[in-house]
């Protein structure tokens, strides 16, 4: 390699030419990679407010974060009275159970219940086929999915087979949700080892003072 002090004055500008396009380059690639990152987290922001702001979204979602209440199921019924309905744990676990374990089949309040589930879960294996594909990551997904997934999948006490959370993953399993499943299984993972880098990080901060 030639020394600098060997060099012409075209090679010189050549060479101040190569690294400012460079430069150019990395920087345009930064920005564009930045502003893909910025789409997507509308695009996946956008996706997720329309799945959450289904109705029947919102009614499953409910029924797995509480184990009895009594919400607004119908809000088009005519008679305000009609509306609301008071499901409790075992009334959502009957109604998830494997058509075979009902040879009499399921009231109409159940198969409604069964609908709205199955509104959530399909959104939920809609975004499992983006992470597949690599149209979104894991880490897009993470910050709408997070509580809903430690909800179902870390429980912190064993749960009985007629919960209503064992029967909301049985159901999933039995009738193709495999994928939405998977995706809150490894959204619940990962939200453990964050949970368990914290917990160590402060342990050492602790030993330190």
């Known amino acids: 390699m030639p020394l600098l002090s060997d060099w012409k004055p075209d090679d010189l500008v050549k060479a101040v030419a190569i690294v400012t396009a460079s430069l150019a380059f990395i920087a345009g690639l930064v920005q564009y990679r930045r502003a893909q990152q910025w789409k997507r987290a509308e695009w996946v ?3 997720m407010k329309e799945l959450f702001s289904d109705h029947l979204v919102q ?11 009594r919400f607004l199921f119908y809000p088009d019924r005519k008679e305000e009275s009609d509306r609301y309905v008071l499901l409790t744990n075992e009334i959502v676990a009957n109604a998830l ?8 089949g399921f009231s109409q309040l159940e198969i409604d219940i069964r609908a709205a589930f199955d509104r959530a879960l399909d959104g939920f294996e ?3 086929s983006y992470v597949d594909t690599g149209l979104v990551k894991l880490s897009d997904l993470r910050p709408y999915l997070k509580y809903w997934a430690v ?6 006490v064993p749960r009985p087979k007629e919960h209503r959370m064992v029967r ?7 009738y193709g949700y495999e994928g939405g499943l998977d995706l809150l299984r490894r959204v619940a993972t990962a939200e453990r080892v964050v949970a368990d880098d914290a917990a160590a990080q402060n342990s050492a901060t602790k030993r330190i003072q």
């Not at 009614?59 to 009895?68: E, F, K, N, T, Y």
């Not at 159970?97 to 009499?104: L, S, T």
């Not at 909800?151 to 912190?156: F, V, Y």
């Open 97 to 104: 159970m494997d058509h075979d374990d009902r040879p009499d």
């Open 45 to 47: 922001a956008n996706e």
């Open 151 to 156: 909800q179902l999948c870390r429980p912190r």
């Open 168 to 174: 909301v993953i049985a159901y999933m399993e039995r």
């Open 59 to 69: 009614s499953a979602l409910r029924m797995l974060d509480w184990a009895a209440q």
């Open 126 to 128: 809609r975004f499992h």
